[in-house]
Structures are given as C-alpha cells and as structure tokens.
C-alpha cells in the first residue's frame, strides 16, 4: 500500500523542481547600504538545480560592486567586478566560482562597495536555477595537490611573486600563456595570485603536467578596500571583510594556519580610482608580515617613485621589528601580451629565492629565513648575495660582532652600498665581474640591528637583498637597535609621489581610453 504513495511523492518533487527550474528568474534588487563596505543578499535555492546562474548589475557607471557567491556550506567564489554573470554547476563553473553540488537551502550573493559615487547606489540580481546544465563539463578541474620537488638541487631559484590568471576577474590569460611565457624569461616558478578565490586551484594540477619545468604555486591576493596582500601557497578562501566581521590579524592567522605567507603588496601605491585599495592603509599586527613587495613591475614605467615609496615603507615596517622578507612582482595580468604603460610582463622583477629544492615548501622556507633577492627589472639585473661569517639562524646572526660578505656579479662599472636599519651607506665602484665588498658589525647591547645590500644602476637601485638581522641573543629578536629609526611613511612621504599628482596620472590613463572595469590590480 505504500507504492502509491511514494510514486506519488516522486512525483510532486519531480514536477516541483521542473517548475522551479523552468520558472523565470529570481529578481533581487534595491538600494546599495549606506553603512559598511559589504551586504549580503540571501536567496533560496530549490532541490533539484544542478546549475545556477547569478547575473548581477550595478545600474550605474559611477558606481563599481563586487560581487561573489556563498551556498550553505560557505565560499561558492568570488568575482570581483566581473561584468559576465557567475555560473555555477556540479561538474563546471565560469572563471573565479567553485563547481560541485548544489545544495538546496539559503544561498547568498556577497556584494561589495569598491566605489560609490551616484547615491542612492542600487542594484539588480537575477538568478537562475536549472535542472540541466549548460556549461560543458571540466574534466581539468582537479583537487588540488602540492607538486612535487621539480629539482632538488639547493640553489637560487628565479620567479615571480604576483602574476594573474583569467580566473581573475581583471585578467585575461589561461595557465598555459602563462607559463609558456615565463619559461620563455628563465623563471624556475610562477605564483598564482587571483583576487580573493581560490578557484585556479582546480586547475593546476593538470597545467602543472604539462609544464614539468616550471613550479606553479597557489596564492591569493587578498584585495581588500584597505591594501593588497599576497596571501603565498594559500589554498584555502579567507573573507577580505577586515574590520567588518573579520579583523587584519584573524584572517592573516587564517593564512599561517594554512602554512601560507602574507606579503603586503605595492604599499604606497595611491592613485585613488585607478587602483581601489591599492595603497596599503590598514594596521598590521605584530609578527603578521612575512614580506613586502619592494618592486612592483607596471608602474616602474613611470618612474622610480612607486619602488622607492615601497622601500621606504619596508624600512618603516622593518623598524617596527617585522621580519619581512624582500619581494618583488610584475603582478601581469596579460602574460606579457598588450601591455599598456601602466603594466609589466611576468619576471619584471624577478625575485630570486634560495631554497633546498624547488617546491612550494621550501620556496616558502627560503622566504621564511630571508632568503631572497629582487631584481627590479627583470632576469638580467645584477646578482648579489649576503652572507655572514657566523652562519645565520633564520635571517638572524646571534653573535657579538660577524663580517658580512656581499658578492655582487653582472655589475662591473656599477656601484654597490650596504644599508644599516633603513641608513645607506657611502656607495662602493663595483671593479670586476666578481666582487665582493665586505662589512664588520657589532651587535647592539639591546634590541637587533639589520642590513641589506642595494646594487645602484644609473643613480638608482636595481638588485635589493632582504636583511640580515644581527643580534646578541634570541630573546632581543623583535626590539629594534640604538640606530635612529625611520619616521611613519606618511611623515617622511615614503607614501607620497613625489613630483605626480593622482589628476596627472587620471589623465593619462584616460587618455588610453581605458574601460571603466580595468581596475584594481589592473590598474598596475
């Protein structure tokens, strides 16, 4: 007697999902918040939808949202300003969203304010839910797995720590440009750093088989409204809503519980709408930073401003007793094709690390002890290497007094100089193809005292070693030395730009008759 019953109630559940999915689509629409800088729209999603479609559209060109998506479970992807509608199934997805089950229940569109400037701001969503898909399965999309050691071989291994994917919603290359390119430049290995998702992850497994020669390492860039940062081998999504709902030092022990490193990109990068949040502007917690990017390649084009702004910030950070490893990134997100002035190839800079092999793990380590040297402007910069004669803990000597070493080759006729705690010293002729100028220190009575090593190329640095921090014991790691400090950025104008106006830059950008959605990283 229960047969009837439940054929009956197939039946009902199969004519209830045809309905919904063959239904028109669910509207959301209304006026942006005043407060905050996030607002989520929760919707419900029937049994039955085995793909989901979300177009989504801010009404007005003044005004730019981002957009990403959450099912019951949490993180579906996250698209930033991508103008395309997400679409999500179980075996496919558009760039920047996750595939997998769908789960009937509340779902929600996550939304955020890059820029308002027509009020009162609104908005329209329309979702979609289907019984059958229509994106093509991927078959390429796999879970991902570390790499294995692509050599194990201890040297300095060439790369680059910012580059871009289509599955950022600002960047056009696939994986496979990408990494015929940087192999073409020399690079040992890549990071992959999209706008807060981690979607690309699905698809480096299978690029990585085809490209046995180039490491590819996760990364997310974790774009706040508030400043960039490299979030280095992370795989897992952290919300960038800091301060509303998540503060700066939860969600970069969010990355460490990873294994991840946070490196706080282009930090004095301030030219207002043409890169939202670039400028770095939130606080950063005690021992939070693993790095810094000293170099960040597109806007080189202008000038040296925005690399020595950068380096002035680091001195700052460093002074404040953050280990921060150098960095450098092109931060492409074209894979060397159609650049305009304001954008760089991959490997422009390079960054050198010096690791036991080449794998995530230990280009993470090498980092972590401050192994790394920047080349601004790519491969064929000068190479130098800082070394101590009390071998180093981590980036650290303890020891009473050691001789510093920097070997410098590709130099001849150039000039080299060390900086003690952010102070350059008298710059030294490099006379030889190899050289070496060396430094006696002392350690302070209290606190650490650090030093790097700048190869200078027409009046200007273009090779940056990380520090060697010097100090007598562990316990004064953290506690800056007697030498005079640094001033904040914002005193000293390390945050400045010297000599441009943010109105000077606006023309010129629009005078490349840019779209209004080249924004953000894009913008650089």
């Not at 706008?195 to 085809?210: E, K, Y």
Request: proline share 7%; with cysteine; aromatic share 8%.
């Amino acid at each position: 007697m229960r047969a009837p019953f439940v054929f009956c109630s197939f039946l009902l559940c199969l004519l209830v999902c045809t309905s919904a999915a063959a239904a028109g689509p669910l509207v959301l629409e209304g006026e942006v918040p005043a407060e905050g800088s996030f607002f989520d729209l929760p919707f419900e999603v029937p049994p039955g939808t085995v793909e989901l479609e979300v177009r989504h559209d801010d009404l007005a060109s003044e005004n730019i949202l981002d957009w990403g998506l959450e099912d019951p479970n949490g993180f579906r992807g996250y698209g930033g300003g991508n103008e395309e509608p997400a679409i999500v199934g179980e075996r496919a997805a558009s760039r920047s969203y996750l595939t997998g089950p769908l789960p009937a229940g509340t779902w929600k569109v996550t939304v955020g304010k890059a820029k308002i400037r027509k009020t009162p701001a609104r908005y329209r969503i329309e979702v979609l839910f289907r019984s059958q898909a229509t994106l093509a399965p991927q078959p390429e999309r796999q879970p991902y797995h570390p790499a294995d050691a692509l050599s194990s071989q201890a040297r300095w291994y060439s790369g680059d720590f910012h580059v871009h994917s289509r599955e950022s919603g600002d960047a056009r290359p696939p994986l496979e440009e990408i990494a015929r390119y940087a192999r073409g430049q020399g690079l040992d290995f890549v990071v992959l750093t999209e706008h807060n998702t981690t979607s690309t992850l699905d698809f480096l497994g299978d690029a990585q088989s085809r490209f046995p020669d180039l490491l590819l390492v996760p990364g997310i860039e974790y774009t706040t409204y508030g400043g960039h940062a490299n979030a280095i081998g992370a795989t897992r999504y952290v919300p960038p809503r800091v301060g509303e709902g998540v503060s700066l030092k939860e969600a970069v022990d969010d990355f460490h519980r990873q294994g991840a490193l946070f490196s706080i990109n282009h930090p004095t990068y301030d030219v207002g709408d043409m890169c939202i949040g670039c400028a770095w502007q939130h606080t950063v917690p005690p021992g939070g930073v693993d790095g810094v990017e000293v170099a960040n390649g597109g806007w080189e084009k202008l000038g040296r401003f925005f690399s020595d702004g950068a380096l002035g910030y680091w001195d700052w950070l460093c002074a404040q007793g953050q280990h921060a490893a150098a960095l450098g990134g092109s931060d492409d997100h074209r894979a060397g094709v159609d650049l305009d002035f304001t954008q760089s190839a991959i490997g422009n800079p390079t960054t050198l690390v010096y690791a036991r092999e080449l794998s995530v793990r230990a280009l993470l380590d090498g980092i972590r002890d401050g192994r790394t040297v920047v080349k601004l402007q790519g491969p064929e910069d000068p190479m130098v290497e800082l070394t101590s004669s009390v071998v180093p803990a981590g980036d650290t000597v303890l020891a009473e007094g050691t001789r510093l070493s920097a070997r410098v080759t590709g130099a001849k006729g150039q000039q080299v100089r060390f900086v003690h705690n952010g102070v350059r010293l008298p710059l030294v002729a490099v006379t030889s193809d190899d050289f070496v100028v060396e430094q006696d220190v002392t350690a302070p009575e209290h606190g650490e005292d650090r030093f790097r090593v700048e190869v200078w190329v027409n009046d200007r640095p273009r090779t940056v070693t990380s520090h060697l921090w010097v100090a007598r014991s562990s316990e004064m790691r953290g506690i800056p030395g007697p030498v005079p400090q640094l001033g904040e950025p914002g005193r000293c104008g390390c945050g400045s730009v010297p000599g441009w106006s943010v109105g000077v830059l606006a023309l010129a950008v629009l005078a490349l008759r840019r779209e209004r959605r080249t924004r953000l990283d894009n913008a650089h």
